[in-house]
């Protein structure tokens, strides 16, 4: 039987067609705006959590992938089993779920997650995220990620405007956190005022626009940044002209392309790039213990420090004195471990990005080092008579198997743009084929 009367209408990628008294989908697509990107969808206590049922339904149709954590109050308005059957992925709501809790399932889920969205986020849930609270699955799960966490208020319009509320949510917009609606309207407590959760389609689109979902959402990128230290005594170590600034840039472009960013940082006067995990070591044993601790969660790994490649056999507990009659000191020295080749030598490993900084016959020494060390690709420059380290501005030669590309000199912010796009193209070849 056919309904009465249709309309056709287009929103946000999606066209439907409403035919009263029912509304029927009949073309049910929306453009696949959240790709692959991995949703650790929150449900906090509210009323407004059955839209979250309709927000995972739409989440899948942009393409993402969702999993499901109802708070304990949440559960009393919507059950586990809805959001199982709509997500296809178990739902988890305690920290004391002994089956997952075993193989530390909330650290896994952190970093599962490519973003965290809470919908609805009550008024308890933001004084408690603002107070870095960990008392429960969900808060515990903000604490741990790494992925951007959004948020989607809901509750009383009395609620929202009190200074409390207000006090938090503006705590939170400091830390990064994204603050998603709420909107104006009548609420299910008969009032009307702001306090009303964004519709399930508007909370989609905004994740979408965050920039925290570009291209490379989704995707966990490991850069090793800036010089090594190998300490000979307590104030006198091995370093070298490496200022960090390009493995600085690159985590900064891979995060601003949407990139879960670990940053694991050498001794550099640099600032963190918004929005990546900094992780700070000093030699090249840290580094490698660092770099290994990662390498396993991550999808990329670009290794643009400048490693040491040895260090003093023993640093000495005290200052070297210089003693009378001799004219010269002898320190003995061990090679450091290659961390790239090391990674490089994993299974499954990531996609291997080395650097190669050379002062003559650049492109001869690249290609040996990418065949050797087994790398997906190496950037290599020339470094010394004023070029590559403590600059601004660098050139690279980039070579993969198969492949090469000259990146012209330019400021290191914009090569490290491009380089991340020929990584990521270079990537996606490779995951695809
Ligand atoms: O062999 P070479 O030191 O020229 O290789 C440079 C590349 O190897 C860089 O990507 C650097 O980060 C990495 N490397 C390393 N561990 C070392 C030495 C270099 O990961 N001990």
Redesign the pocket.
């Known amino acids: 039987m056919r309904p009465a009367a249709a309309t056709g209408e287009r929103r946000g990628g999606r066209i439907s067609v409403s035919y009263r008294p029912f509304r029927v989908c009949v073309v049910s697509y929306m453009s696949q705006i959240l790709p692959g990107v991995r949703v650790l969808l929150g449900v906090s206590g509210g009323i407004a959590a059955y839209k979250a049922a309709e927000l995972v339904r739409r989440l899948r149709d942009a393409g993402a992938e969702v999993r499901v954590v109802l708070s304990a109050n949440a559960a009393r308005f919507v059950t586990a089993l809805t959001f199982q059957a709509l997500s296809g992925n178990p739902v988890r709501s305690s920290l004391w779920d002994e089956a997952a809790e075993g193989a530390m399932g909330h650290i896994e889920l952190a970093r599962w997650a490519g973003q965290v969205l809470i919908a609805p986020a009550s008024a308890d849930l933001l004084a408690r995220l603002a107070h870095g609270r960990a008392d429960d699955l969900l808060t515990t799960l903000c604490l741990a990620t790494t992925a951007p966490v959004a948020v989607a208020p809901a509750m009383n319009h009395q609620m929202w405007a009190h200074p409390a509320t207000q006090a938090n949510v503006a705590c939170l917009r400091a830390r990064g956190v994204r603050v998603l609606g709420p909107a104006e309207g009548s609420q299910a407590c008969g009032e009307s005022g702001s306090g009303r959760m964004l519709e399930a389609a508007e909370l989609v689109a905004a994740l979408a626009a965050t920039g925290s979902v570009g291209e490379l959402a989704g995707q966990r990128w490991l850069v ?1 940044a800036g010089p090594t230290y190998e300490d000979i005594d307590p104030v006198r170590f091995i370093g070298n002209r490496s200022s960090g600034r390009m493995g600085f840039a690159i985590a900064a472009a891979a995060r601003a392309a949407g990139a879960q960013v670990t940053l694991v940082a050498g001794p550099v006067a640099l600032a963190t790039p918004p929005g990546t995990t900094r992780i700070d070591v000093r030699s ?1 044993q840290q ?2 213990e660092a ?1 290994l601790a990662q390498v396993d969660h991550s999808d990329v790994f670009v ?7 040895f260090r003093p056999a023993a640093a000495a507990p005290h200052k070297f004195k210089k003693a009378d009659g001799h004219s010269g000191l002898e320190l003995s020295l061990v ?9 490089a030598a994993r299974s499954p490993r990531p996609f291997v ?6 002062t003559e016959q650049v492109e001869a ?1 690249a290609q040996a ?1 990418l065949a050797r ?1 087994r790398l997906d690709l ?1 950037a290599a420059n020339e470094v010394g008579h004023e070029l590559g380290f403590e600059r601004d501005d660098n050139a690279l030669l980039l070579l993969w198997p198969g492949g090469r590309e000259a990146l012209a000199r330019t400021d290191k912010t914009t090569l490290a743009q491009d380089l991340v796009a020929r990584i990521a193209r270079l990537r996606a070849r490779q995951v695809a084929g």
């Open positions: 090793s090249a580094m490698r770099v290794s643009a420090a400048a490693v040491g490649d090679q450091n471990p290659d961390i790239l080749a090391e990674v990005v080395g650097f190669a900084a050379e020494h080092k060390k190496i």
